[in-house]
């Protein structure tokens, strides 16, 4: 490529995505995880030293992901809770990955020019990568994305010129990656594929430089497995699966990773777990493991009888990168998730091309396929961009598609809970209360509606019920007592909202609901200290009771 075509190609780039993902400029949160990442995280909404000391030394998020919660506090700072903000820097972040990633195809010199237009259009405007690019908890990919195609390019700074500076830089910056999401662990293993790719052998010396790089994403592997150590929903599905049954579902997962980038429709936020006794009767699942199947003999051929060493190199780092993320390890309640396309989606389009070129196919037949591509591309991720909207646009779609996805309606009922329509909150909380019975949130938030219905003895059962399962349960905790309260029972309540704050002593709302209980109590001296806690971390309600006292 020329310097004029890469510049129209980079023009060209940024003013696609820009169409095709217009619509996240009128979008707002969504409750799911959004809450916890910004809406409700105190310590993003204040810019101080304590707040950046605890972001990074302590875990604030259900991930120790401590760069991607700073990069929110400094957007806080400069543009308050303002989600076009959000959601426009997601957008930049993704087209400069977009620019980065041609960079790296074009140090890695590869020829064939449509190879590159491919892989830009599949990696920059496949729908499915609308859930990292719209999402704004999914900050996580497009930050760890942009460190991550940086070291890469500095790791092949350093394997042309072999100045130090360069795998120095290339190590702070997997750091940065690895401390946005630690789907960046696998970097050195595919740095080590590389090096063994271009010497065509396994030279120790050359891999000793990578030693660090190891050792870093061993701590960051660590510290992952235990920050999601307790994911009991998930971990009950495929705990139950007998070794041939967890075997069919990986090999499930690898078909669904390599093939779905292909046929990018049916999309879906949640890809629950199937039950034991549906697994043999999910075509889904059986459809893609022989997929996968068929592909794992294309690649033995292609690699082993055609002596295309290629297809086999890029076909292993595809599998080591999607280690972190496969569910030999329960990392997530759905089997496959959307956002995991990010960056993992290049290695089936390559491998895909490179068997290709084997027909010998012709310049033009490149260029109708990209052209069609391009606009079936354009067109999907600018409707499926609209389902991110906001809470309802995302869980009423996805309501659609599985009437009977617990996590949808849950999160639909928790919608219209902090909207106080709990007649319309009801329905879909009891519903996903009936599907999934031992789910502590869910029975929360129906007690919560039960409760801001006048309807406190059921509410307090279906709480009660939401601590026998998770004794810690902040929030029933603070639902109770203010049951209680309701029920005029005050003596009844101050347990519970003594046990709340001994949970969680910088909760806003756990300060809040002891220290107005204090107040009502006449201990002025005792409600003081939590209600200025309480106004600290941002609650308002704190604030009309300390003009009171």
């Not at 990069?71 to 809770?81: D, K, N, T, V």
């Not at 890809?271 to 794992?296: D, V, W």
């Not at 909150?425 to 789910?439: F, G, S």
């Not at 046990?499 to 003081?528: H, Q, R, T, W």
């Amino acid at each position: 490529m020329n310097s004029k075509t890469i510049t129209n190609t980079r023009i060209g780039i940024s003013i696609i995505c820009i169409i095709a993902f217009f619509p996240v400029f009128n979008s707002g949160f969504v409750n799911y995880d959004d809450p916890e990442y910004i809406l409700n995280n105190h310590y993003i909404k204040h810019f101080s030293i304590e707040n950046i000391k605890y972001i990074f030394l302590s875990k604030t998020t259900d991930l120790y992901v401590p760069l991607t919660v700073f990069s929110y506090l400094i957007e806080h700072s400069l543009f308050g809770g303002n989600p076009k903000a959000f959601h426009s820097i997601n957008l930049l972040l993704h087209i400069i990955n977009t620019l980065l990633l041609l960079q790296i195809l074009l140090k890695l010199n590869i020829k064939h020019h449509y190879l590159i237009y491919f892989i830009l259009l599949f990696f920059s405007l496949n729908p499915l990568v609308t859930e990292s690019v719209c999402w704004i908890t999914e900050r996580k990919d497009v930050l760890y994305c942009f460190f991550y195609f940086l070291s890469i390019i500095q790791f092949i700074n350093y394997t042309k010129k072999q100045h130090l500076k360069y795998i120095c830089l290339s190590f702070v910056f997997f750091m940065l990656s690895c401390l946005s999401k630690p789907m960046a662990v696998s970097l050195p293993a595919l740095f080590s594929i590389y090096l063994i790719y271009t010497t065509q052998k396994i030279d120790y010396k050359k891999h000793i430089i990578l030693i660090p790089f190891y050792l870093c994403s061993v701590l960051f592997s660590v510290i992952s497995v235990f920050a999601i150590k307790n994911l009991g929903e998930a971990k009950v599905y495929i705990n139950t699966y007998n070794l041939s049954e967890k075997f069919m579902m990986l090999v499930s997962e690898l078909g669904y990773y390599f093939v779905k980038p292909f046929i990018p429709f049916n999309q879906s936020l949640f890809h629950l777990f199937p039950k034991k006794t549906e697994l043999l009767q999910n075509s889904s699942i059986l459809i893609y493991a022989i997929l996968f199947l068929i592909i794992l003999c294309s690649i033995y051929y292609f690699t082993i009888k055609k002596g295309n060493k290629l297809i086999g190199f890029l076909f292993f780092s595809w599998i080591i990168f999607l280690v972190p993320i496969l569910q030999i390890y329960v990392n997530t309640h759905s089997y496959v998730s959307e956002r995991y396309f990010y960056v993992s989606i290049v290695f089936p389009v390559m491998i895909i091309f490179v068997m290709i070129q084997h027909l010998k196919i012709s310049n033009q037949s490149y260029q109708i396929s990209f052209i069609l591509l391009l606009i079936t591309f354009t067109t999907l991720t600018f409707k499926r961009s609209k389902i991110w909207t906001n809470t309802l646009t995302l869980f009423e779609q996805e309501i659609k598609l599985n009437p009977e996805n617990h996590i949808a309606l849950n999160n639909l009922g928790y919608y219209y809970n902090t909207k106080e329509n709990y007649k319309k909150a009801m329905p879909y909380l009891q519903q996903a209360v009936a599907i999934e019975k031992d789910n502590s949130l869910y029975l929360n938030n129906y007690g919560w509606a039960l409760s801001r219905s006048g309807q406190m003895d059921s509410a307090i059962i279906y709480l009660e019920r939401s601590l026998s399962i998770n004794a810690k349960y902040v929030d029933a905790l603070s639902n109770i007592g203010i049951c209680y309260i309701q029920k005029k029972q005050r003596e009844k309540a101050l347990p519970y909202f003594k046990k709340a704050y001994e949970l969680s002593p910088n909760n806003p709302d756990v300060l809040c609901n002891l220290g107005i209980y204090y107040f009502n109590s006449g201990m002025k001296a005792e409600a003081l200290p939590l209600l200025q806690k309480a106004e600290k971390f941002g609650n308002k309600k704190a604030t009309k009771y300390l003009l009171k006292m």
